[in-house]
């Protein structure tokens, strides 16, 4: 078995394969032995048997966390050579059957590491050494197809260029846009050869790197490759991976749905490094997603300006600097699809939706220093901070010469010190115009709306006897506050044109 049809088994979702010469490493020391690797259920689980000599180690009931992982490598089917780092361990895993012992260590949701074989793991120009050692018969390609693979064939790279590809299952692309596709010649023996042309290909660029976005319809997976650009100098592989993840995190916000690989490899100068598997997992979604098919399809008809290679350009250049900012908001856009996908009460949804609308408008204001700026221009803002530092200290001299209240006066001191300059609805109104979005009729609204659902649901809603038309309310209310968010973070990434505003209602605006 090969890494293709390895990937292919994990692709289909059930299967059992037999593992070899398998090394457990729980810390203290190894466990040796053999298994089945058993894939159902969007799991992968090593059912393991050890030497006979060999104890267990103990199993401890509790939360597992990273440090807690056990690591182990093996072979696949004779040939397939893997690794994982992150074999967690199973509190009910040691059992006995037929006087043996086995391990059950379940793989779900951390992936296993395929090894690349000796070939795969040369450089091009040790690879292009190889090949002028050899004689001509045998360094011909088609003497050595037994080392490549279909998503990367022997064809030498040049120095320091880098490669990814991912699987992604089930995931969506904007098939309008596309401007390129596959061609398909397809022979019969009564009607000759015919040829049929299907747009399934989306190419751009980000910085350093071309993209390549391939949909294939009959499995409905998307291949996504980067490859560098000429003259591409990375620092590392750190760098590297910034540059990818960043990708990911842009693809994740335009179409509202996790980019999470099935499949990830990864070449540099030539070498394959990782070639990462975990199994292929429901991608959680939102339908809250800021561009729709019918923009893309429109901007294909020229009825309005929007290129999806553009808005990937700059979402991807945020998210690459994997700054403060862009981390906390990859972690809210995380939050934000996990809000609005199937399955998640409404109700839920919108209370998720007001945190993460306040907590990112917040962050933008820490951020981006907004309170000094605002303090600087506000005399009002000035006044309460000098007022608010008076009474600090006048409480603190209270509390000295008046201790018998000295917990009283301390808890008063407490909320002094935590009163904010501005009000919640400065702080919303000083993010909007540092962000150049118009605050009177537009954002203005928007602020109302969080409000009027936020505060009861937070305090005081009343559950008992909801109304229709108040749940079709909340649903608009939650579509126009998700709405927001796309906005708001479409203006820190830089972006000017159309977005959608409210998915439930189909609504548009430019910014």
């Known amino acids: 078995m090969n ?4 990937v292919e088994v994990v692709r289909k979702g059930s299967d059992k394969l037999r593992v070899d010469e398998i090394v457990l490493n729980v810390g203290e020391r190894e466990l040796h032995g053999k298994g089945m690797l058993l894939i159902a259920g969007g799991k992968m689980e090593l059912a393991m048997t050890i030497s006979s000599d060999e104890e267990p180690p103990e199993l401890k009931a509790g939360i597992y966390t990273r440090k807690d992982f056990w690591k182990l490598r093996g072979v696949i089917e004779d040939h397939l050579e893997f690794k994982c780092d992150s074999a967690g361990p199973h509190p009910f895993g040691w059992k006995l059957a037929g006087g043996r012992k086995t391990f059950s260590a379940k793989l779900n949701l951390h992936p296993i590491e395929l090894i690349p074989d000796a070939f795969e793991s040369m450089s091009s120009g040790e690879r292009a050494a190889l090949f002028h050692q050899l004689p001509a018969s045998d360094a011909a390609p088609e ?40 061609k398909t010649t397809v022979t019969n023996p009564f009607l000759g050869e015919t040829e049929a042309a299907n747009l399934d290909t989306l190419c751009g660029e980000i910085e350093g790197f071309d993209f390549g976005l391939v949909k294939d319809e009959k499995t409905k997976s998307l291949r996504v490759v980067l490859r560098s650009k000429e003259g591409y100098k990375s620092s590392g592989e750190e760098e590297d991976w910034k540059r990818f993840h960043g990708f990911l995190q842009a693809l994740a916000f335009i ?17 394959k490094t990782l070639d990462r598997v975990t199994t292929v997992q429901r991608l959680a979604r939102t339908p809250h997603y800021p561009f729709t098919e019918r923009l893309a399809a429109n901007a294909r008809a020229g009825n309005v ?19 403060e900012l862009s981390k906390e908001v990859a972690q809210i856009l995380f939050l934000f699809r996990e809000a609005g996908d199937e399955g998640v009460h409404s109700e839920v949804g919108i209370i998720a939706l007001c945190a993460l609308f306040e907590n990112l408008v917040r962050l933008l204001y820490r951020v981006l220093d907004l309170e000094e700026k605002v303090g600087a221009e506000n005399p009002d803002v000035k006044a309460f901070k000098e007022a608010k530092d008076e009474l600090e200290e006048y409480i603190a001299w209270w509390i000295a010469e008046n201790p ?44 109302r709306t969080w409000k009027r659902n936020r505060n009861p649901l ?21 579509s126009r506050i998700a ?19 409210s998915s439930f209602e189909d609504a548009y605006r430019q910014i």
């Not at 179409?255 to 070498?271: K, Q």
């Not at 008992?464 to 608009?476: N, P, W, Y």
Request: proline letters at 5%.
């Open 404 to 447: 018998t209240n000295k917990s009283g006066y301390a808890r008063l001191k407490g909320i002094v010190h935590g009163a904010n300059p501005l009000d919640t609805q400065e702080v919303f109104k000083a993010v909007t115009q540092r962000l150049g979005l118009k605050w009177e009729n537009e954002m203005e609204s928007v602020f």
């Open 255 to 271: 179409h509202g749905v996790h980019a999470w690989p099935f499949r990830t490899e990864y070449w540099r100068d030539g070498r």
């Open 458 to 478: 937070f305090h005081e809603k009343t559950r008992g006897d909801t109304s229709e038309d108040e749940l079709k309310q909340s649903m608009i209310d939650e």
């Open 3 to 6: 890494a293709d049809e390895f």
């Open 143 to 182: 003497a050595d197809q037994s080392h490549a693979t279909t998503s990367e064939p022997m064809v030498p790279a040049p120095a320091g260029f880098v490669k990814f590809e991912a699987l992604l299952a089930d995931y969506p692309l904007f098939l309008p846009a596309c401007e390129s596709g596959t």
């Open 305 to 323: 300006q929007w290129d999806f290679r553009d808005v990937i350009k700059k979402v991807a250049a945020f998210f690459q600097s994997e700054s």
């Open 483 to 501: 709405g927001a968010i796309n906005v708001v973070l479409m203006k820190l990434f830089e972006y000017s044109g159309p977005i959608r505003t």
